[in-house]
């Protein structure tokens, strides 16, 4: 049983690349931002040699939204309250034999949000808008071992959405699919390992995808569909024999159809977002990876994962940006424990170019970025089923300006203090 809770209040970048004469940036601040999580997880056996797993979960989450009207932030011009509850469950039914190993997996989850906006200017309250989301799979898992150094593992799943609320809107229809993916693993020795796979799976929209306007900022597409995507990759992997190195590569090819984008629409002389799907996209990329362990003391890991991805042609002949999609990210950490008390945590990440989208339709490209995290642990107190450990935090040591989105950049340099327990 786990509870992750967050009591928090928020900035965020007022879109700086856009001149308020000419444009429309927004004002935003989160006075109040809660999230919870209470998460139990169980498992049993249920006779017959077959075991039960379960996970059931539950969130909380509330968030005030605050817009203003310039960058003083005095004059308060609207405002979003919102609420959001999401109960989960998973239950995986497995049967494990001499040469096939079945599994059987349900998933649900149900998903509603309470929103009411407020407009200051008009002294307007908007009424309650309630929307709500349940997303079901059923499916089957099976590894069979075809010969005592390889494995084929195949899944087959079926998957429905529905929205039975939605905020006084048109109702969306359900969605479904059916997934399927298949692998299989080698080991030709032993220091070595090769798996394949080949999978079909698709992603729903979720209720903001479907129904988010964030304050003004969107318009609702009502015929937006679900993406499709099929995913083949081979991994290549080796392990020392003692452990102390794993190495890692991975190629892989991607092809979506239906890929969500945004685009710009102008409704009344303003320019507003709109989430809409694209005929579809290719792609395919390689991440890599290096684990060593150099002795009980020092840890290194280098990840890095490259991938090129287009936008399939439209009707009319164009062919869109993928936006937001960084051509290169790698990541370097080490973690040292340079004395019987003492640990440290540090963590270099590095993200290439992506490209984004002016208000007036310009293709940008966002700079590269390079964060640096640390985190250094001292030892409190150590018994025999766990430690206590206190910490000093440093994000974005290098107080380095980092651009997910257009006008939007991450925190700044960040410091944070804390405790932390660990079962042993």
């Known amino acids: ?237 080796r392990n020392s024999r003692g452990g102390e190195l794993r190495l890692r590569v991975t190629p892989w090819t991607l092809h979506i159809d239906d890929t969500l984008s945004q685009r710009f629409v102008t409704i009344d002389g303003v320019r507003l977002r709109q989430r809409y799907n694209l005929q579809g996209s290719d792609g395919y990329g390689l991440e890599a990876g290096v684990d060593w362990f150099i002795d009980d003391r020092l840890e290194l890991r280098l990840h890095g994962n490259w991938q090129k991805l287009e936008a399939r042609v439209e009707d009319d002949g164009t062919r869109p940006e993928l936006l937001l999609r960084p051509e290169f990210q790698a990541s370097f950490i080490v973690d040292w424990m340079f004395s019987e008390n003492w640990d440290l945590y540090l963590e270099v990440r590095h993200m290439g170019t992506a490209l984004d989208e002016e208000e007036d339709g310009t293709i940008v490209e966002l700079p590269t970025s390079t964060e640096m995290n640390m985190r250094l642990f001292r030892l409190l107190q150590q018994g025999a089923v766990g430690r206590w450990r206190a910490y000093v935090g440093i994000e974005n040591a290098s107080d380095e300006i980092i651009l997910p989105q257009l006008g939007l950049p991450q925190p700044g340099r960040t410091v944070s203090l804390g405790v932390t327990f660990e079962r042993i």
Do not use: C
């Open 1 to 237: 049983l786990s509870l992750f809770s967050v009591a928090a209040e928020r900035g965020i970048a007022s879109q700086g690349h856009i001149d308020p004469e000419s444009g429309s940036p927004r004002y935003w601040r989160y006075p109040r931002w809660r999230f919870d999580q209470l998460t139990l997880n169980s498992a049993a056996n249920v006779g017959a040699g077959m075991g039960l797993r379960s996970t059931v979960w539950f969130q909380h989450f509330e968030q005030t939204i605050d817009q203003y009207t310039d960058d003083s932030y005095t004059v308060l011009e609207s405002s979003e309250d919102d609420k959001d509850k999401t109960l989960g469950l998973r239950l995986v039914l497995e049967r494990p034999q001499d040469r096939v190993d079945l599994r059987l997996i349900g998933n649900a989850q149900v998903t509603t949000h309470d929103q009411v906006d407020t407009d200051y200017v008009a002294g307007i309250r908007g009424p309650l808008q309630s929307y709500r989301q349940d997303i079901f799979s059923l499916g089957a898992e099976a590894d069979t071992a075809i010969h005592e150094k390889m494995t084929l593992s195949t899944a087959l799943s079926y998957d429905l959405a529905t929205t039975p609320e939605t905020g006084g809107r048109d109702p969306q229809d359900d969605l479904s699919d059916w997934a399927a993916s298949m692998a299989l693993r080698w080991n030709p020795v032993d220091a070595w390992q090769i798996t394949g796979s080949l999978g079909q799976r698709t992603r729903f929209p979720s209720l903001r995808e479907l129904y988010g306007v964030a304050l003004g900022q969107f318009v609702v597409n009502p015929v937006l569909r679900p993406e499709t995507a099929l995913l083949g990759d081979v991994t290549f992997e």
